[in-house]
């Protein structure tokens, strides 16, 4: 059959694909609050009268 040499090519380009899926599955998100990335926000009190009642 003429269609084997299609095969190979088609196989190797699922299992890169496959490969850098898991990998990017794999790695660490930036929001983790693991040393770096994105950070929880620091709340500050902010007066909201000018008089005490």
């Known amino acids: 059959m003429e269609n084997t040499a299609m095969a ?4 190797l380009a699922a299992v890169l694909i496959a490969a850098s899926l898991l990998l990017w599955l794999l790695a660490d998100s930036d929001d983790d609050n693991g040393g770096g990335g994105l950070r929880q926000p620091v709340l ?3 007066r909201v009268r000018d008089q005490e009642r």
């Open 8 to 11: 190979e090519p088609i196989t």
């Open 44 to 46: 500050i009190p902010i």
